[in-house]
């Protein structure tokens, strides 16, 4: 077997100043080591770390490492104690294995095709253009989290699934409470507890009448009205709050390094590419945990069975052994395939809705404003905590010359 592997005492729970788009530095620092450390995770359960890209995709794609919510006994950096945790509810299929979650993914998979998604183009460029008229007559500054970057993939994702547009606001906020890392316990429950609930009213209202949407179709199936619930709780979690931080950090990201907009402004056919290196470089949902089902073998290393594995996507996507020079923003960059939607039979079922998001906002904000910038000093624009699920900004000021 291999040598004793790097350890790693703590995981950061900061950007290193001045570094918003880096992973911290910690991460980094353990990715040069090798790339599996061991970790200990807080309370002392020992388990391990993996930041180099091609053992991350191995393991994303062994089904010796199991995505069960009832087996994640333990938080990368939080020490519960020694508590019991309940299996993923039905429908939530991102926590659970073959075969309960092909059940639940099978039937979703023919709505988010290449196919159908590019056929949504037309109505991103109209809400596109519709929020940009608006930032426009409003005038600068704004808050480009919410005048552009939250409204795009919230107005597609319930139009997709079929929530009447006012309804949207609440438990978008409800949402956003799930995944950025600063809700009390006590504000957590009560904002999931609203979202079941809103979305058990949903089903029913779908179920009595369906109209056109993925969720009235689901109906048609032997699902039940809990695991449609379910599956649209993890659509909406999903859908909403990955996208929107993209849309905000990646035009933070451009912002600062204006020479990018401009490549993209000169030559529109490079909006494909530059989707797929924000994508890579940003890493926006940033780390998942598995958990070994027996022992196995990974870069030389045994990991035991029961182990918790916390996968690091944003050290693998800037892995120097997979990507030339990694930590540049380079949006003519052919970077094929990059981890940023996972791999494996969990692989983001939404990519396509997300890139055809991108494809239309990014050259859409920076063709309607060539003066965008920043509107505040770039250390000043406040980031999301470290233990929220999915890198962000909380709001970006920008203005430009009316
Ligand atoms: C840029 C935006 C997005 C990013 C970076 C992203 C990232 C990811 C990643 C990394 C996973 C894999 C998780 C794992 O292996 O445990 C995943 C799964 C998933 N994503 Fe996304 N996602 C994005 C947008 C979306 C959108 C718009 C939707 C909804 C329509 C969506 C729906 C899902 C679902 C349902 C899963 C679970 C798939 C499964 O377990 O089979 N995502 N996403």
Same mark, same amino acid.
């Given at each position: 077997?291999?040598?004793?592997?790097?350890?790693?005492?703590?995981?950061?729970?900061?950007?290193?100043?001045?570094?918003?788009?880096?992973?911290?530095?910690?991460?980094?620092?353990?990715?040069?080591?090798?790339?599996?450390?061991?970790?200990?995770?807080?309370?002392?359960?020992?388990?391990?770390?993996?930041?180099?890209?091609?053992?991350? &995709?191995?393991?994303?794609?062994?089904? %010796?490492?199991?995505?069960?919510?009832?087996?994640?006994?333990?938080h990368p950096t939080i020490d519960y104690g020694d508590i019991e945790v309940p299996p993923a509810p039905p429908?939530?299929?991102?926590?659970?294995? #073959?075969?309960?979650?092909?059940?639940?993914?099978?039937?979703?998979?023919?709505?988010?095709?290449?196919? %159908?998604?590019?056929?949504?183009?037309?109505?991103?460029?109209?809400?596109?253009?519709?929020?940009?008229?608006?930032?426009?007559?409003?005038?600068?500054?704004?808050?480009?989290?919410?005048?552009?970057?939250?409204?795009?993939?919230?107005?597609?994702?319930?139009?997709?699934?079929?929530?009447?547009?006012?309804?949207?606001?609440?438990?978008?906020?409800?949402?956003?409470?799930?995944?950025?890392?600063?809700?009390?316990? #006590?504000?957590?429950?009560?904002?999931?507890?609203?979202?079941?609930?809103?979305?058990?009213?949903?089903?029913?209202?779908?179920?009595?009448?369906?109209?056109?949407?993925?969720?009235?179709?689901?109906?048609?199936?032997?699902?039940?009205?809990?695991?449609?619930k379910g599956i649209a709780l993890i659509l909406l979690a999903a859908g909403l709050d990955t996208t929107a931080?993209?849309?905000?950090?990646?035009?933070?990201?451009?912002?600062?390094?204006?020479?990018?907009?401009? =490549?993209? &402004?000169?030559?529109?056919?490079?909006?494909?590419?530059?989707?797929?290196?924000?994508? %890579?470089?940003?890493?926006?949902?940033?780390?998942?945990?598995?958990?070994?089902?027996?022992?196995?073998?990974?870069?030389?290393?045994?990991?035991?069975?029961?182990?918790?594995?916390?996968?690091?996507?944003?050290?693998?996507?800037?892995?120097?052994?997979?990507? =030339?020079?990694?930590?540049?923003?380079?949006? %003519?960059?052919?970077?094929?395939?990059?981890?940023?939607?996972?791999?494996?039979?969990?692989?983001?079922l939404g990519q396509q809705l997300a890139r055809v998001e991108m494809r239309v906002a990014f050259p859409a904000?920076?063709?309607?404003?060539?003066?965008?910038?920043?509107?505040?000093?770039?250390?000043?624009? =406040?980031?999301?905590?470290?233990?929220?699920?999915?890198?962000?900004?909380?709001?970006?000021?920008?203005?430009?010359?009316?």
């Amino acid at each position: 077997m291999g040598e004793s592997p790097h350890a790693v005492a703590t995981l950061p729970t900061a950007r290193q100043p001045g570094c918003p788009f880096d992973p911290p530095a910690e991460l980094t620092d353990a990715r040069r080591h090798g790339p599996i450390s061991r970790y200990t995770f807080p309370g002392g359960k020992p388990g391990w770390l993996i930041t180099g890209f091609d053992l991350v &995709r191995s393991v994303l794609a062994d089904p %010796r490492f199991s995505s069960r919510k009832e087996l994640m006994r333990h938080h990368p950096t939080i020490d519960y104690g020694d508590i019991e945790v309940p299996p993923a509810p039905p429908g939530e299929f991102l926590l659970m294995d #073959e075969p309960l979650h092909s059940r639940y993914r099978k039937p979703l998979m023919g709505k988010f095709t290449v196919r %159908r998604m590019r056929l949504l183009t037309e109505r991103v460029e109209q809400i596109t253009a519709g929020h940009l008229d608006a930032m426009e007559k409003a005038g600068p500054p704004a808050d480009l989290v919410t005048a552009f970057a939250k409204p795009i993939p919230a107005i597609m994702i319930c139009e997709l699934l079929g929530v009447p547009y006012e309804d949207r606001g609440s438990f978008q906020e409800q949402v956003e409470m799930f995944m950025n890392g600063e809700t009390s316990d #006590e504000d957590l429950i009560a904002a999931y507890t609203a979202t079941q609930d809103y979305l058990a009213e949903l089903v029913a209202a779908k179920r009595a009448n369906p109209t056109d949407d993925v969720l009235s179709d689901l109906t048609d199936t032997d699902l039940t009205d809990e695991e449609l619930k379910g599956i649209a709780l993890i659509l909406l979690a999903a859908g909403l709050d990955t996208t929107a931080n993209m849309l905000a950090l990646g035009t933070f990201a451009l912002l600062r390094n204006p020479e990018q907009p401009a =490549a993209l &402004r000169a030559d529109p056919a490079l909006a494909d590419a530059a989707v797929e290196e924000l994508l %890579r470089y940003l890493s926006v949902a940033k780390t998942f945990m598995r958990t070994a089902l027996e022992d196995a073998e990974v870069g030389g290393q045994i990991i035991e069975a029961g182990s918790p594995v916390i996968l690091s996507f944003n050290t693998a996507n800037r892995d120097p052994e997979r990507f =030339a020079d990694p930590h540049v923003l380079d949006l %003519r960059r052919q970077n094929g395939g990059h981890l940023a939607f996972g791999h494996g039979v969990h692989q983001c079922l939404g990519q396509q809705l997300a890139r055809v998001e991108m494809r239309v906002a990014f050259p859409a904000l920076f063709g309607r404003f060539p003066t965008l910038r920043l509107a505040v000093p770039p250390e000043a624009v =406040a980031l999301r905590p470290e233990t929220a699920d999915v890198h962000g900004v909380k709001s970006l000021p920008v203005t430009w010359d009316a």
